[in-house]
Every structure is written in C-alpha cells, then in structure tokens.
C-alpha cells in the first residue's frame, strides 16, 4: 500500500485548516480578487470531509487529530528543497519511513479487525443457534430453514438459482438486497455454494455465514475481514447444470483431383 503521494497531496491541500490564512500581499484590486472567508471556510470543510472518507475507507479507527494537524503545520513551515538529504531532518519523524510506519499500522488494524469479527460472530453464531429449529452443518454455516421448498434441489455447484435475497451485518443493518436474481453456484461464496442446496424450489432459509466462508481476511466493500454475515434467502427457481455436448468433428475435405 503506498501512501506518500495521497498523504503529501492532502497535507498540501489542508493548509487553511492547518494553518490559518497567511499574510496577502498584493494591491487591493489583486486582494479582493481572493476568495472571500465563507469561501474559505467551505472549502476547508469539504477538504476535511475528503480527507476523513479517506481516513474511515482505510479503517483507521481512531486517531490522534493533533497529530495530524501538527504534521501538516510541521511540513508548510518547512523551509529548504524536498529534494535535499537535510530537508526532512525538520519532522519529528522522517517523512520518507511513512509508507514503513503506515504499512506496519495498517497491518495492525487488520489483524485487530479480524480477530473482533471474529469474536463477534462466534457470539451471534453461538446466539442463534440457541432458537428453535436452528442448524450448523460441518463446515460451520448456522442456519434455519423457514419452508423448505420441493424437491428440486441444487445439487452441482454449476447449476444457477434464482433468489430473492437480504444481506445483513449481524447488527442488523442491510448490506445488500436483490429480487429475482440468478447465480451459478460456483461464481459466489462458500457459504452460498453450500447454503443453497439445503433447500428446494419455494423454499426459505436463514443463512448465518462464517467470514471464512463468508469474504474471508479482506472482506469487500463494506464488509469486514472475516466478518460473519446473514442472509435471509427465499429460492424461486433451481436451473441444473447441463453438461454441453461437443460438436462432431467434420469430415476433412477431399482433396481436387
């Protein structure tokens, strides 16, 4: 992960913030041809708003916003060429090390996120296993079958369902939701490969996915690693796999005469 460009871009684009507005020189026809404080003050708060999305995207948590400001005033009052060996001697720490201390921090929050999914999903999981009619098969998908459908079951992981389905945290809130959707089994998570062939067509089931069938030690898009996920899924239509049947070779052409 390289974050020195993003970092010295957005450190030089905050300095209103970090800095207060220097003094302005300039005669007073070029002066009123700034930007007036309202327009200041907006524009310092979007950049600060661009850089916290930036911040909560990379699952910082929590930091130390002194420091931040601090870092940012400590470079716009840096004097020399950024290109000399003496230039970062200034900072408290040296710039150059940013991409070591941030992969190390990053790295940090990872194996810390990980580690309270994880927590976290073995209780939920522990938790709804405790209703009536629950299940868990071996792999470790809890799960409750509402209407179990007919008999026309996904059996290879090629065939292709059609859903309706809602995707939650276990907190409740939704991640996502799809009416009428089709999936060929071997082109989803584990946890749907296997999940869906425990009922038939017009059948229901709640799925409570561990995050290592789930999106595992990355997640994606919202999700986080190894984060246990539920899906509440109704199966409206099993398509089986058909195995396509080769075409017959054609008989090589006869040479003229």
Not at 86 to 92: E, I, P
Request: aromatic share 10%.
């Amino acid at each position: 992960m390289r974050f020195s460009k993003i970092i010295a871009t957005l450190s030089a684009a905050v300095l209103v913030v970090a800095c207060g507005s220097p003094a302005q020189e300039g005669s007073k026809d070029t002066l009123a041809l700034l930007p007036s404080s309202s327009q200041i003050d907006s524009a310092s708060y979007l950049i600060g708003v661009n850089f916290g999305s930036w911040i909560k995207g990379n699952n910082f948590g929590e930091l130390n916003y002194s420091q931040i400001v601090k870092g940012m005033k400590d470079w716009m009052k840096a004097e020399g060429n950024p290109q000399d060996s003496t230039f970062f001697t200034q900072f408290k720490i040296d710039p150059n090390e940013m991409n070591t201390v941030l992969d190390n921090f990053v790295q940090k929050r990872r194996a810390y996120s990980k580690a309270l999914n994880e927590e976290k999903g073995a209780a939920y999981v522990a938790e709804f296993l405790k209703e009536e009619g629950t299940q868990q098969t071996e792999s470790g998908i809890a799960y409750k079958i509402i209407e179990p459908g007919n008999d026309v079951k996904a059996v290879s992981d090629k065939d292709t369902v059609w859903v309706n389905y809602k995707g939650t945290h276990i907190d409740g809130s939704t991640f996502d939701e799809n009416d009428d959707i089709n999936f060929s089994l071997n082109h989803v998570i584990k946890g749907w490969t296997e999940g869906m062939k425990l009922v038939g067509e017009g059948g229901h089931v709640i799925l409570v996915i561990p995050g290592e069938l789930a999106y595992g030690e990355y997640g994606n898009r919202g999700i986080g690693p190894n984060e246990t996920l539920v899906f509440d899924v109704t199966l409206n239509k099993v398509g089986a796999y058909v195995e396509p049947v080769a075409a017959p070779e054609k008989p090589a052409k006869k040479g003229r005469k």
